[in-house]
């Protein structure tokens, strides 16, 4: 695949064929993929001040940010499509002594958008979560169901700015968004909703690449439920 091609031409049932668990457990199966351990660095800057109480991280991958918030006192629940994920989420939670903090789920985003726990968490975080956009919206409201009142939902995700420096070139057309299509899917951009913007943000951060370091742009939102 050629590093500027940007897919245009992809289907929505090839784009929503991303989103499956034997192509996921494919990816975290290979031998390509290293636990480096470390959070999000957006997580890490969006929950230091938050008060830890219970947290559920959707599309927890290999789950650095969930163990990062058992390490710092939350009750987490990690949910993801891929079994072959979470497997390494419980391994790696015992190794570092937070099994006790940290509760496996699967969740298919595609097959049902809300998470188990409706209502029921202080804090909802999901980065990286890309889905193609005519399921945005349906994805993004069943995840922030599970928000508790006076709790807060976390999204971190890629901004699209991405594509034109090609620091993206395997991301398929609309899978990045900007904070926008956040706040309209949850109706946060209206006044008198639901929903207070505490954060909406596209920050730069540099990122090494086997290349040398390149600088890419995050989407950040941070929601605090009335
Ligand atoms: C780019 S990774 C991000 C993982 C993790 N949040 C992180 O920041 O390291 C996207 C994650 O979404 C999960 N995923 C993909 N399709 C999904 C679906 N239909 N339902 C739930 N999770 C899904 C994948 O298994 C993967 O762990």
Redesign the pocket.
Known sequence: MHRHEHHHDQTLAELRDA??AGF?DERYAGTDRVWSGRP?QRLVEQTSDLTPGTALDV????G??AIWLAHQGWQVTAV???QV?LAKVAAHAEDEGVEDRIRLGF????ADPRPAGRRTFDLVTV???HVPQPDFAEIYRGIAAAVAPGGRLLVTAHHPDDVATGARHDHGPGLMFEPDRVLEALGADQPDGPWVVEVAETPVREQATPDGPLLVRDTVVRLRHN
């Not at 599309?59 to 290999?62: R, V």
């Not at 969740?107 to 595609?110: P, T």
């Open positions: 989103l499956t996921w999000n599309a927890c991958g290999e650095g940010d993801d499509v891929s994920a969740y298919d985003a595609l980065s990286f979560l």
